[in-house]
C-alpha cells in the first residue's frame, strides 16, 4: 500500500528527512519545504524546492516529500532538477525574476511574465525530452500575488507567460490542461514543482464552477491555464490531483470577508470535483475522507477558525498542511487543494 498508485506523499516537520536513513531518500522523488528553514544534511541529488510560506500548525518548517519506488534517476535539464522512475517524474525550479527584468520591455512588459514564460518553456523542453509528456499536477508558487506591478496584477502577469508557453510548446490552453495552484510566497524566486508519467490525465471540470480558462476578461485579460483536478493511472490504479479549489461559484467569489463559509464553500467544490471523477472511473471512489489536503489561509488570525470549519465539515481526521499564503483574488481568504489514490505517511 506505500507505493499505491505508484507514489506517496509524506508530510514531515522540516528536520526529520535529515535523519533518515540512505535507503529512504534512495525512494525520494523530491522534496516542496515550506517557511522560514532551510534544511542542511541532504543528499544533493534530490531535486527540493524552498518556498517562503509558514506552516500555521506545528514546527517552524514542514516539507512534502514525494516518494516512488526505486531504481530512482536524477539528473538535470534545462535548469529543472528532476528525479524519476520507469513511470513517474518530479521536477523543480526557482526562478529569480530580477534576471528577466528590464528586457525588452516592448515585446514583454514584466519580468515575472518573462520568468514564468521562460519557466514553462523549460518544464516542456524536459517533458518532451524525458518523455513524460503527461503533467498530473503543478504547483507554482510566487512572490507577491496580489500585488499590482508594471500596470496590471502580478497574477495576471503569471497567467500571461504561462499561456504563452503553453501555446509556443504547442499544447492546448483549455480542455486537457493539468491540474494546478497558484499562491502567493511571502518573498523569493518564482518556484514551481510538477509531476508528470508517461500517459496524459484526464482533466476534471466542476460543473459549480466556470471552467478557469474560460473566465471573463475582468479576471485578467489572459485566462489561467489549469483544469480543477487531473485523473491518471500511472500504475493502474486511479490517481486525483484535485487543483487549488476557492470559494468560487460560477466565476464569482462568495462569501466575502467570511472565511469560515469560504472554507465550506470550497469543501463543496472539491466535493463535486469527486463527484466529477467517479463519472469518468467507477472505480475512481474517493470521498473527502479519502484526500490528503493543503490548506492555504490568507490571515494568520483565520487559522484557528478555518481549521474549525474545515474539522466540522469532514468530521474525521484525515492528513493536512496549513499554510499561511496569499490566494490569487485578494477577496479570496482560503483555498484548499487534494490528492488521493497514493500512499500518505502524516507526521506533522
Ligand atoms: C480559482 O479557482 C482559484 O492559476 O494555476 C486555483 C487553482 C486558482 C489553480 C492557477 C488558480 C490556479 O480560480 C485560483
Not at 252 to 279: F, K, P, W, Y
Amino acid at each position: 500500500m506505500a507505493f499505491l498508485g505508484g507514489l506517496s506523499l509524506n508530510f514531515l516537520p522540516a528536520e526529520v528527512p535529515a535523519q533518515m536513513p540512505a535507503q529512504w531518500w534512495d525512494e525520494v522523488l523530491g522534496v516542496a519545504v515550506y517557511g522560514g528553514v532551510s534544511p542542511t544534511g541532504w543528499p544533493q541529488y534530490v531535486p527540493s524546492v524552498h518556498v517562503s510560506m509558514p506552516p500555521l500548525s506545528g514546527a517552524d518548517g514542514a516539507c512534502e516529500v514525494w516518494r516512488a519506488r526505486g531504481p530512482l534517476v536524477d539528473g538535470t535539464l534545462a535548469g529543472i532538477r528532476y528525479r524519476r522512475n520507469e513511470s513517474v517524474i518530479f521536477g523543480c525550479i526557482e526562478l529569480p525574476e530580477g534576471e528577466f527584468a528590464g528586457q525588452d520591455m516592448a515585446e514583454s512588459p514584466s519580468g515575472l511574465h518573462r520568468a514564468t514564460r521562460s519557466i514553462y518553456e523549460r518544464l516542456f523542453t524536459l517533458l518532451d525530452e524525458m518523455r513524460y509528456p503527461g503533467l498530473l499536477r503543478v504547483w507554482n508558487y510566487l512572490p507577491g500575488i496580489n500585488l499590482e506591478t508594471d500596470g496590471s496584477e502580478r497574477y495576471w502577469q503569471f497567467n500571461a507567460g504561462r499561456q504563452d508557453a503553453f501555446i509556443q510548446c504547442g499544447r492546448t490552453t483549455g480542455g486537457n490542461v493539468p491540474a494546478a495552484c497558484a499562491l502567493g510566497s511571502a518573498a523569493g524566486p518564482v518556484a514551481l514543482y510538477f509531476i508528470a508519467a508517461r500517459e496524459a490525465p484526464v482533466a476534471i471540470e466542476n460543473p459549480r464552477q466556470v471552467s478557469a480558462y474560460r473566465y471573463p476578461e475582468r479576471y485578467g485579460p489572459r485566462s489561467p491555464t489549469f483544469a480543477r483536478a487531473g485523473l491518471s493511472r500511472p500504475h493502474g490504479s486511479p490517481l486525483l490531483f484535485v487543483s487549488g479549489t476557492a470559494s468560487i461559484v460560477g466565476h464569482e467569489t462568495c462569501h466575502h470577508g467570511d472565511a469560515t463559509a469560504q472554507t465550506v464553500e470550497s469543501l463543496r467544490n472539491i466535493e463535486a470535483v469527486l463527484t466529477e471523477a467517479r463519472r469518468h472511473a467507477v472505480d475512481a471512489r474517493f470521498g473527502l475522507q479519502d484526500l490528503a489536503y493543503k490548506v492555504y489561509v490568507r490571515n494568520p488570525d483565520e487559522f484557528e477558525i478555518v481549521q474549525s470549519a474545515f474539522e466540522a465539515h469532514l468530521a474525521c481526521d484525515v492528513p493536512v498542511l496549513y499554510l499561511q499564503a496569499d490566494v490569487c483574488r485578494s477577496d479570496l481568504l482560503v483555498e484548499v487543494e487534494a490528492s488521493a489514490g497514493h500512499g500518505v505517511e502524516y507526521a506533522l
